[in-house]
Antibody, heavy 117, light 108 residues
Framework: EVQLVQSGAEVKKPGESVKISCKGS????????IGWVRQMPGRGLEWMGV????????RYSPSFQGLVTISADRSISTAYLQWSSLRASDTAMYYC??????????WGQGTLVTVSS | EIVLTQSPATLSLSPGERATLSCRAS??????LTWYQQKPGQAPRLLIY???NRAAGIPARFSGSGSGTDFTLTISSLEPEDFAVYYC??????????FGGGTKVEIK
């Protein structure tokens, strides 16, 4: 069974850093792109970027380039999304997603990041 | 950049009624259009891929149609569990995806 299990909720202050994770199982982790999706409170889905765990090739959507860093550790089948300096506007639910050739076939359960002073 | 426009933003219907959701692309997608369902407090779920192919375990009351720039998701007879938000998605800049703004199907 394919599963993407994300790390738990985070509560941070503006300016702090955070790294959230997404562990894949039940499939060959290195053979499929993993993406990250932002959903701000009461809003729609926004595609942030992707990583190919086999060689760590990374692509970012223009709106998120330079604002976040996506990485992966193939040895433990885990992808990461990190911020070096959070802002209140980063408060959102973040989903990781396994890509098939048409889009997302499996989703993580989501990680809520709350940034508040 | 290809933009997806979903309409209506909100659809108010009663159980048993037919729901017709639209997704319009700013450029031709051929048949490369995917639909997802998201219920409150849950991650999205894959419904339809390549415009008309139901994902595994999706009931037959869900159907997708269209090609080029105009696509439709139809729910033939709404069940109580179908009231949710529906998103379309295109993969024109693979592997960077784009979502539409969503259509909320609410109970009338």
């Amino acid at each position: 069974e394919v599963q993407l299990v994300q790390s738990g909720a985070e509560v941070k202050k503006p300016g702090e850093s955070v790294k959230i994770s997404c562990k894949g199982s039940g499939y060959r982790f290195t053979s499929y792109w993993i993406g990250w999706v932002r959903q701000m409170p009461g809003r729609g889905l926004e595609w942030m970027g992707v990583i190919y765990p086999d060689d760590s090739e990374t692509r970012y959507s223009p709106s998120f380039q330079g604002l976040v860093t996506i990485s992966a550790d193939r040895s433990i089948s885990t992808a990461y999304l990190q911020w070096s300096s959070l802002r209140a506007s980063d408060t959102a639910m973040y989903y990781c997603a396994k890509l098939a050739n048409f889009g997302v076939d499996y989703w993580g359960q989501g990680t809520l990041v709350t940034v508040s002073s | 950049e290809i933009v997806l426009t979903q309409s209506p933003a909100t659809l108010s219907l009663s159980p048993g009624e037919r729901a017709t959701l639209s997704c319009r692309a700013s450029q031709s997608l051929s048949r490369s259009l995917t639909w997802y369902q998201q219920k409150p407090g849950q991650a999205p779920r894959l419904l339809i891929y390549d415009a008309s192919n139901r994902a595994a375990g999706i009931p037959a009351r869900f159907s997708g149609s269209g090609s080029g720039t105009d696509f439709t998701l139809t729910i033939s007879s709404l069940e109580p569990e179908d009231f949710a938000v529906y998103y379309c998605q295109q993969r024109g800049n693979w592997p960077l995806l784009t979502f539409g703004g969503g259509t909320k199907v609410e109970i009338k």
